[in-house]
């Protein structure tokens, strides 16, 4: 996974903003941060519950790595270069979940309901 592809797959979440910190972008939603992007070390930060932060660093501590805790989260580093795109979706989409307004997660998940549907009727044909 490399830095550009990271960032191509921001675009499919709505409403993420992205702002220089110097040596750092950082990702928010609504003006909360849900990630932390560092080009030069190839690695981004994420949100995620504290259960997920321990059992993501337990599990492969050569992918992920704990940033910090702030009251019920775990934030986690990855390293983008030792994990497919597939699992960092997964983890990009929860940290965006956690931080975006309730009615903004219900209508991204909706729409993506539709469309997987849309692509299982199209696979049965």
Same mark, same amino acid.
């Given at each position: 996974? @490399?830095?550009? &592809?990271?960032?191509?797959? %921001?675009?499919? !979440?709505?409403?993420? =903003?992205? @702002?220089?910190?110097?040596?750092?972008?950082?990702?928010?939603?609504?003006?909360?941060?849900?990630?932390?992007?560092?080009?030069?070390? +190839?690695? /981004?930060?994420?949100?995620?519950?504290?259960? =997920?932060?321990?059992?993501?660093?337990?599990?492969?501590?050569? /992918?992920?790595?704990?940033?910090?805790?702030?009251?019920?989260?775990?934030? /986690?580093?990855?390293?983008?270069?030792?994990?497919?795109?597939?699992?960092?979706?997964?983890? /990009?989409?929860?940290?965006?979940? !956690?931080?975006?307004?309730? +009615?903004?997660?219900?209508?991204? &998940?909706?729409?993506?309901? %539709?469309?997987?549907?849309?692509?299982?009727? &199209?696979?049965?044909?």
């Amino acid at each position: 996974m @490399s830095v550009d &592809e990271f960032l191509k797959m %921001l675009a499919g !979440l709505p409403e993420v =903003e992205q @702002s220089d910190g110097g040596g750092w972008v950082s990702l928010k939603v609504h003006d909360k941060g849900f990630g932390y992007l560092w080009e030069e070390t +190839q690695t /981004v930060g994420l949100k995620q519950t504290l259960e =997920e932060q321990m059992a993501l660093v337990a599990e492969r501590p050569e /992918v992920f790595e704990v940033q910090f805790t702030a009251g019920r989260f775990g934030w /986690v580093v990855v390293h983008l270069t030792k994990i497919d795109a597939d699992e960092l979706a997964e983890l /990009v989409t929860e940290a965006w979940c !956690l931080t975006a307004p309730a +009615q903004l997660v219900d209508a991204y &998940e909706a729409g993506h309901a %539709l469309l997987s549907r849309h692509r299982n009727q &199209e696979s049965l044909r």
